[in-house]
């Protein structure tokens, strides 16, 4: 049988529930036409036409009342009449959803079958659907045109189509909620302009409500540029004498600004505000009222632009005052007005946002504009910016006015608790709990009012309490999840604990550091794994950071078998992950507190437990898993747990860890960049090794670091704590060298200020002071004089500005210590007692500090060195004595140095009370003062 072109394209549209008209404006332009299979295939089965009605709750009323009756089998060989539907009660209300399905219902309804009172009803029916403002709502508003489209393409003779039905389609998408609502609401308003413009259907010219709906469905779906093309178009047809569609010409100017409002791009939005005010020269009726520059004013507030966007939005909100001042009625400033400019001092983050904000709710009373919650809010939000307790105590006045115009809300209490969370303030705790006390108390007296503490309110009062850190911390925030248990067991299901909140209780165990916190924190995480077995409720189910805070807590336990715990933690938390968990994925941060677990037990075997760890997120990263990429902190740690080990080869150790991470920086793992702890961590551990040469490695380790600075390889540079560090393993070092090799450093360190010209690695005091103990403790001839060239060169720094180089008492004894143990024959011994002479009457003569018991006794150590046994030296050691006597620094080191400097008889010529038959001295015999 031959089909003619038009029996195809009627059979198309039947089947595939487009009109012929529809079809043909699509292959006009060039399209192909897309069967329900293909398009359910494209959109997804949420957007088929085919699938059962949806339940509408909604019920239209007729004028008069129909009566009830059931479909006849035989009734659609006849048109279908209302009497033939059972889709009214009795009240006279049409059931939407039942009506739905009849029309819908090909098989017992077959196109051409509708009945002119039945037709009539589509448009109620259409209304309905839109009104749900659901995406199933506009697919149904689409399927019941189609339905009409088939019914004229059958030649009923009763169905109709105009602009009214498809500006209905129109407002439905631009309702929906649907990311797509632009895309296919423009199909409408195209298949319209195709049918009015072919003469095939005059009824349904595109007229201005039509296209402002479009522009509204274009916002919907975010795509402000598209909204903006409807507009242009618009404006064309006007200038081409279509006249009507001026009406609504400054709706579709609102919408347009408020979609590029939407994305935060106020210039935009200013643009075609520009561009609405020179049409409104020649168009009296296209003018800006106050919703448009409202909208201006929330696309500052949202373009992210801080300060200029907070002014820009001030600005505005003036020029409306200014022009409503002046008699511009229409563009008196409202509460959003206001609102919005708060709003942009709020996300402004500016030192004053808060001053500016508040002084807007004085703006308003002088323009009679009464405040709104989202005003107060909105200042509130702003003064929550500055994190102090000023603010917070701001906040909680502002609240009070709020709570006494009855504007305050659960948010606005809410505001006020982050404020008093944020802010480092001992009042924090109490005045929240006497906050949501005063809720609680609202609520009860008045169970209409939005203020009842929920499951937010509480959880921000967890925090509080563990931050807190007050004796007892613990039980009050286990007594406050139990009591929003107990709520939500007797129906308040809005203060039942989440899995947010019972994390902060974990936490709270987590940090609080008590004996048994871990156990607990450990119980509760079971709690939550029982409580979602049996209810399967996902709000409280645990999470990645629900296992990763009870192995933190863990971490902080002093539990022998702390490390065996949080191992067994880890393997639940991988376990519930393949059980099915998406939420409970082990993450970067979970591998890192693993590594920390076994770094704080300072063990061997957990350093390389710790390593272990390590070695499995470097696999699982090369086998695609970025989310367990190895970062610094994970390097890092693992050295840490090698330094404490305490093992002979742990600084070798700690060096292989440091290559890997090298490798993996360069290799592209940016996370892995090596940082300053980093290099600390490394030298450290080669510092605290006893074995020869490590000194000698930390500090080649330090230059290589600034070679690779000089290179550019890094940005990380030594420091002065660095350099310090190693000057005084050095000192310590008690190598042959030692005095020479710290002295090097210290020159290199001058050597690097100068080039560099900043201070990070400027000689501080400690510096100073431990290349003068390194030469004090080296074993080289002329140490003496070296050591008082360094204070001196210490003094001199001081004196030039360098602040934290100002000299101290244990500089000028680390100079004497170098005397006392000079190396070398007569003429160094004299050379080095003229040094410790001059050095210890510079320091009485300086206002660098007093002599202390140590300066003393190094002294009386220098006189025994340097000085012969005999009457000078015992006349030297006696003035030394006298005078730590009246600086009162006597203690037993003093007298232990005195005993060896002096004969018994001397001793007992100055101390005559004191010294014993075997010529040692008994200092509960000396007089306290000393």
Not at 528 to 555: C, H, K, L
Request: charged share 25%.
């Amino acid at each position: 049988m031959k089909v003619s072109g038009l029996s195809l394209a009627l059979w198309v549209a039947n089947n595939a529930g487009l009109s012929t008209a529809f079809v043909g404006s699509f292959q006009q332009q060039g399209f192909a036409v897309v069967s329900p299979a293909r398009r359910m295939q494209i959109l997804g089965p949420q957007h088929s036409m085919r699938q059962r009605i949806p339940e509408c709750s909604s019920r239209l009323h007729l004028s008069t009342i129909m009566k009830e009756s059931m479909v006849d089998d035989t009734s659609s060989a006849h048109p279908l009449q209302i009497d033939d539907l059972d889709v009214f009660d009795n009240n006279g209300g049409i059931n939407i959803a039942e009506m739905t399905q009849i029309l819908l219902d090909k098989g017992r309804n077959p196109p051409g079958s509708l009945s002119a009172d039945v037709v009539n009803l589509i448009h109620p029916v259409l209304c309905a659907w839109a009104k749900t403002a659901s995406i199933k709502g506009a697919l149904m508003v689409e399927e019941l045109i189609r339905r009409m489209e088939e019914e004229i393409a059958a030649g009923n003779g009763n169905a109709f189509l105009t602009t009214r039905q498809y500006i209905v389609g129109l407002d439905a998408w631009a309702r929906s909620g649907d990311a797509n609502a632009g895309v296919r609401a423009q199909m409408i308003l195209d298949n319209m302009t195709f049918l009015y413009s072919s003469g095939t259907n005059v009824d349904v010219k595109p007229d201005a409500i039509a296209y402002s709906a479009l522009i509204n469905s274009w916002k919907q779906s975010d795509a402000p540029e598209r909204a903006e093309e409807v507009l242009v178009k618009m404006n064309s047809l006007i200038d081409g004498g279509e006249t009507d569609l001026i009406p609504n010409r400054t709706n579709c100017f609102n919408a347009v600004i408020a979609a590029y409002a939407r994305q935060g791009n106020a210039l935009k939005a200013e643009e075609i505000l520009k561009q609405m005010i020179e049409i409104s020269e020649s168009d009296e009726s296209c003018q800006p009222v106050a919703i448009t520059y409202n909208s201006i004013i929330d696309a500052w507030a949202k373009s992210g632009e801080k300060r200029l966007a907070a002014e820009r939005a001030e600005e505005i909100l003036y020029s409306m005052q200014d022009r409503y001042e002046g008699g511009e009625d229409h563009l008196k400033p409202d509460e959003f007005s206001y609102s919005g400019v708060a709003l942009a001092w709020a996300r402004s983050e500016e030192p004053d946002s808060a001053e500016r904000a508040k002084a807007l709710l004085e703006q308003m009373e002088k323009f009679g504009v009464q405040p709104d919650i989202y005003c107060y809010n909105a200042v509130l939000a702003a003064r929550g910016k500055n994190n102090d307790e000023e603010t917070a105590i701001f906040a909680e006045e502002l609240l009070d006015d709020m709570v006494r115009s009855g504007t305050a809300n659960r948010v606005s209490f809410t505001v006020v608790l982050n404020a008093w969370k944020n802010c480092d303030s001992k009042k924090s705790l109490e005045r929240s709990k006497r906050i949501v006390s005063r809720m609680e108390d609202i609520y009860r007296d008045d169970p209409t009012t939005d203020v009842k503490p929920d499951v937010f309110t509480y959880t921000v009062l967890i925090d509080l309490y563990a931050k807190s850190k007050e004796i007892g911390t613990v039980d009050k925030v286990e007594e406050l999840l139990e009591h929003m248990f107990l709520l939500s067991d007797e129906g308040d299901k809005s203060a039942a604990p989440n899995t947010v909140t019972i994390n902060s209780v974990i936490d709270c165990f987590a940090k609080c550091g008590e004996k048994g916190a871990a156990e607990r924190a450990e119980q509760l995480l079971s709690r939550m794994e029982q409580m979602y077995e049996t209810t399967n409720n996902v709000s409280i189910r645990p999470n990645t950071i629900s296992y990763t805070s009870v192995m933190d807590a863990y971490a902080k336990s002093t539990d022998k078998e702390s490390v065996k715990k949080a191992g067994q933690i880890f393997s639940r938390m991988q376990t519930a992950f393949e059980a099915g968990n998406l939420n409970a994925k082990p993450n970067l941060h979970s591998f890192n507190t693993a590594i920390n677990v076994y770094v704080q037990s300072g063990d061997a075997d957990s350093a390389k437990q710790a390593e272990s760890t390590l070695h499995r997120m470097e696999d699982l990263y090369k086998d695609g898993n970025s989310d367990i990429k190895p970062n610094v902190i994970s390097y890092t740690s693992v050295m840490q747990g090698w330094v404490k080990s305490s093992e002979r080869d742990a600084p070798l150790r700690a060096e292989a860890v440091f290559d890997r991470m090298v490798e993996m920086y360069k290799g592209g793992n940016e996370s892995a960049k090596p940082n300053m702890h980093t290099y600390s961590t490394l030298i450290s551990a080669f510092l605290k090794s006893s074995k020869q040469g490590s000194v000698q490695r930390a500090e080649d380790i330090l230059r290589k670091m600034r070679q690779s600075f000089e290179d550019g390889t890094h940005d990380i540079k030594p420091n002065t704590i660095l350099i310090t560090s190693v000057c005084d393993a050095w000192a310590k070092s008690g190598e042959k060298l030692s005095g020479k090799k710290a002295l090097a450093l210290l020159d290199w360190m001058t050597e690097i200020c100068d080039k560099d010209k900043d201070d990070h690695a400027r000689p501080n005091a400690v510096t100073f002071t431990a290349v003068i103990n390194g030469w004090a403790k080296s074993h080289q001839f002329g140490k003496a004089v070296q050591a008082k060239a360094v204070l001196e060169r210490m003094v001199s720094a001081y004196e030039g500005g360098n602040e934290d180089a100002r000299p101290n008492v244990f500089a000028y004894t680390g100079v004497l210590n170098a005397c006392a143990y000079t190396i070398g024959d007569l003429p160094d011994k004299r050379d080095a007692l003229q040094i410790a002479s001059s050095t210890y009457k510079e320091l009485c003569a300086s206002n660098y500090g007093d002599p202390n018991h140590v300066t003393y006794g190094t002294f009386l150590q220098v006189c025994t060195n340097l000085i012969p046994q005999g009457p000078s030296r015992a006349s030297s050691v006696v003035t030394v004595f006298k005078k730590c006597i009246e600086d009162g620094q006597v203690n037993r080191l003093v007298i232990a140095q005195l005993e060896k400097a002096l004969t018994s008889d001397e001793l007992k010529s100055i101390l005559p009370t004191a010294v014993s038959e075997n010529g040692t001295v008994d200092l509960s015999k000396l007089p306290a003062e000393w």
